[in-house]
């Protein structure tokens, strides 16, 4: 598919949704966790404890070593063009919600305001023996100290809502609830293969449209593919846009 038919496409359709993952935050310099360059294969870190909620139970400085690094490297960086367009976007109601599965809040710091985390975040968390609720910032001095944040009414370990192996994804219902109404689902980085949201595509009864390198059959008859670099997609998009009717 060419950039003046998803331009075109944007424009005249009804309800669009967007499904984010990893591939849009690489090049705001957050690895791809999975990737030969990504977290687990350079800071060696096992994903199988880092999120891990019964090893969280155990043994939470796994994920805390972890969550220091990680958070590190976020208040580093800013969102890429990709993250900025899908906000602007939203702004001229030309898309109606992102679902991402990236933990990286990029989507927010753009300006994004209705994103679905369906692998939650850093920006909340809560005490795992009392449910009590806290923000990141206050748990921040804790984690860049080494030290693992303990709740201030039990003592108990928190933990930041990101969603760990065995626990459930977030807002599931919400994003199928949006994706069964649009007329136009954009993939955008994600390779689909982490499951539930890979399967998300294939409840979209309008037009599937995969954008960026190294996308994969949605199993959905139909889709659309655009094979190129995604920052350079969205920013052609922004100069088109104005001008498709
Ligand atoms: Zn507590």
Redesign the pocket.
């Known amino acids: 598919m060419l950039l003046c038919e998803l331009a075109s496409l944007i424009k005249q359709s009804r309800y669009v949704a967007a499904l984010t993952g990893a591939g849009i935050s690489t090049s705001a310099g957050i690895p791809d966790f999975r990737g030969a360059n990504g977290l687990y294969a350079t800071r060696r870190y096992d994903p199988e404890r880092t999120f891990d909620i019964q090893w969280f139970d155990r043994d939470p400085s796994v994920f805390y070593a972890f969550a220091r690094d990680f958070l590190n490297i976020l208040s580093r960086i800013e969102p890429t063009d990709t993250h900025r367009a899908l906000a602007q976007l939203e702004r001229q109601h030309l898309l109606a919600t992102v679902i991402t599965q990236n933990i990286d809040g990029l989507h927010q710091k753009a300006g994004s305001e209705h994103v679905i985390e369906l692998h939650g975040g850093f920006r909340y968390a809560h005490?795992?023996?009392?449910?009590?609720g806290y923000e990141l910032e206050e748990l921040k001095p804790s984690i860049f100290a080494g030290k693992i944040p303990l709740?201030?009414?039990?003592?108990?370990v928190?933990k930041p809502d990101v969603v760990f192996y065995g626990e459930s994804v977030q807002g599931m219902d919400e994003a199928i609830a949006h994706v069964r109404q649009a007329s136009l689902l954009l993939v955008v980085g994600t390779s689909l293969t982490v499951y539930p949201a890979a399967m998300l595509p294939q409840l979209c009864p309008g037009t599937v449209v995969c954008i960026g390198y190294g996308t994969r059959e949605t199993g959905v008859s139909g889709t659309e593919y655009i094979e190129k670099d995604i920052d350079a997609v969205f920013a052609e998009l922004q100069h088109l846009l104005p001008r498709v009717s």
């Open positions: 005490c795992r023996e009392c449910g009590q709740c201030g009414s039990c003592s108990g928190i």
